[in-house]
């Protein structure tokens, strides 16, 4: 699976692509002041009666072990697991009751909060680590539990943290930061009735895309998989976005594709051309930078395989523009990527309707619904450098 999301931990090591952002540059005396944990006030909003458990893990910057974090933000590593894969330890902090706040500590993680709905959700250990759930598999043991999760870093430099559908739309929930002055940023929510909506949405789209949708054997929907798990689990046919390439691939036969990957630099530029089986991207002096292949549906929704994007400042950025290009449908429209403007995303009929449909629903229209969402800064992100409370809150399923 995805697992962390890909340019989160990007986003704290190099420059942030196409976004606005830069790179995290050297820790400021004010910005060293960031203490070892931080409040996260976790407040349920769900309209469930529901026991919520709450888990907090990830990697300790400081060390680079793996664990677990308790209500106070006390770290713990994981036990050694096995394989077959062990029972980790009882990592769940009992969460809020509807209508009701709880604060708990987060420590210096690169990591995720996970909460559930009902049941503790199960992790395991293997010599090489934790096993995370994985949505896609229908014999995880967690794949008929509602469950959902955010993603954060926490260092130095401040938090990050985002709302994510990268691996699936479920439980419906937004995060924010109180910054210094006391001002609240917040991201994830989503209109009135959105929840409803998108399911409702996905259910009438024409071409396989209400196979992503799973429900439990009471009724409950879960989730709906992202298009990439979709594919995996053979819930959408892989063959979903093959038009929509191969009209990208005919196009840049005969013209050319010019990316701009970093915001800041707009002087750096590449220039894509077709070539048989094969997207070459020149720099400006003609020389070939780097090389792609024709990629599939699951390459393009996953940003990986045949587009991967290695932590470079060439591949990486180029891979992050085309995937972005591709999962909103502006390759054809607009031969200079990234697209700015939101409002011609996902106009072709050959779509990742999945994102499509979960940005419509988003209060402030942004979201993470694919790896590279953040390209052009369309994230469901917030960031403060002196972070004084992290918020998680618990929305209706509405």
């Given at each position: 699976?995805?697992?962390?999301?890909?340019?989160?931990?990007?986003?704290?090591?190099?420059?942030?692509?196409?976004?606005?952002?830069?790179?995290?540059?050297?820790?400021?005396?004010?910005?060293?002041?960031?203490?070892?944990?931080?409040?996260?006030?976790?407040?349920?909003?769900?309209?469930?009666?529901?026991?919520?458990?709450?888990?907090?893990?990830?990697?300790?910057?400081?060390?680079?072990?793996?664990?677990?974090?308790?209500?106070?933000?006390?770290?713990?590593?994981?036990?050694?697991?096995?394989?077959?894969?062990?029972?980790?330890?009882?990592?769940?902090?009992?969460?809020?009751?509807?209508?009701?706040?709880?604060?708990?500590?987060?420590?210096?993680?690169?990591g995720r909060v996970y909460f559930s709905y009902g049941q503790k959700l199960v992790f395991k250990l293997t010599t090489g680590g934790l096993v995370?759930?994985?949505?896609?598999?229908?014999?995880?043991?967690?794949?008929?539990?509602?469950?959902?999760?955010?993603?954060?870093?926490?260092?130095?430099?401040?938090?990050?943290?985002?709302?994510?559908?990268?691996?699936?739309?479920?439980?419906?929930y937004a995060v924010g930061v109180k910054t210094a002055a006391g001002t609240v940023k917040t991201t994830g929510h989503l209109k009135p009735g959105?929840?409803?909506?998108?399911?409702?949405?996905?259910?009438?789209?024409?071409?396989?895309?209400?196979?992503?949708?799973?429900?439990?054997?009471?009724?409950?929907?879960?989730?709906?998989?992202?298009?990439?798990?979709?594919?995996?689990?053979?819930?959408?046919?892989?063959?979903?976005?093959?038009?929509?390439?191969?009209?990208?691939?005919?196009?840049?036969?005969?013209?050319?594709?010019?990316?701009?990957?970093?915001?800041?630099?707009?002087?750096?530029?590449?220039?894509?051309?077709?070539?048989?089986?094969?997207?070459?991207?020149?720099?400006?002096?003609?020389?070939?930078?780097?090389?792609?292949?024709?990629?599939?549906?699951?390459?393009?929704?996953?940003?990986?395989?045949?587009?991967?994007a290695p932590n470079d400042l060439v591949r990486g950025p180029i891979s992050r523009t085309l995937c972005a290009g591709y999962n909103r449908s502006?390759?054809?429209?607009?031969?200079?990527?990234?697209?700015?403007?939101?409002?011609?995303?996902?106009?072709?009929?050959?779509?990742?309707?999945?994102?499509?449909?979960?940005?419509?629903?988003?209060?402030?229209?942004?979201?993470?619904?694919?790896?590279?969402?953040?390209?052009?800064?369309?994230?469901?992100?917030?960031?403060?450098?002196?972070?004084?409370?992290?918020?998680?809150?618990?929305?209706?399923?509405?």
């Amino acid at each position: 699976m995805l697992a962390l999301r890909k340019s989160l931990v990007a986003l704290v090591a190099a420059a942030a692509v196409g976004t606005g952002l830069t790179a995290v540059g050297p820790v400021s005396h004010a910005e060293a002041a960031v203490p070892t944990t931080i409040p996260l006030e976790l407040k349920n909003n769900s309209g469930r009666g529901d026991q919520v458990y709450v888990y907090v893990i990830g990697t300790l910057l400081s060390t680079g072990q793996q664990g677990w974090a308790d209500a106070n933000g006390t770290f713990h590593a994981w036990p050694a697991g096995g394989n077959p894969p062990t029972p980790a330890p009882d990592a769940s902090i009992a969460g809020p009751a509807n209508g009701q706040t709880k604060t708990i500590r987060m420590p210096k993680f690169s990591g995720r909060v996970y909460f559930s709905y009902g049941q503790k959700l199960v992790f395991k250990l293997t010599t090489g680590g934790l096993v995370q759930p994985a949505v896609q598999n229908p014999s995880d043991p967690n794949a008929n539990i509602l469950f959902n999760w955010t993603e954060y870093t926490l260092n130095d430099a401040g938090l990050w943290i985002n709302s994510t559908q990268v691996d699936m739309f479920s439980a419906p929930y937004a995060v924010g930061v109180k910054t210094a002055a006391g001002t609240v940023k917040t991201t994830g929510h989503l209109k009135p009735g959105g929840y409803t909506a998108f399911f409702n949405s996905l259910r009438s789209q024409s071409g396989g895309w209400a196979g992503l949708i799973r429900t439990r054997s009471d009724g409950t929907i879960l989730r709906a998989l992202a298009p990439g798990h979709g594919i995996e689990a053979g819930a959408l046919p892989s063959t979903v976005m093959n038009d929509y390439i191969n009209r990208v691939w005919t196009k840049y036969a005969s013209s050319t594709l010019t990316v701009t990957p970093f915001a800041d630099q707009p002087g750096t530029k590449y220039f894509g051309r077709v070539s048989g089986n094969v997207m070459n991207f020149t720099n400006s002096s003609g020389a070939v930078v780097t090389s792609f292949q024709k990629p599939d549906s699951d390459s393009v929704f996953g940003c990986y395989k045949l587009l991967d994007a290695p932590n470079d400042l060439v591949r990486g950025p180029i891979s992050r523009t085309l995937c972005a290009g591709y999962n909103r449908s502006t390759l054809l429209t607009n031969p200079n990527q990234p697209d700015s403007g939101s409002g011609s995303f996902y106009q072709d009929a050959v779509t990742n309707h999945y994102s499509k449909k979960i940005h419509e629903q988003m209060a402030d229209g942004k979201a993470y619904g694919f790896a590279f969402d953040d390209v052009g800064a369309h994230e469901s992100l917030v960031n403060d450098g002196n972070p004084q409370t992290a918020y998680i809150t618990l929305d209706p399923f509405s």
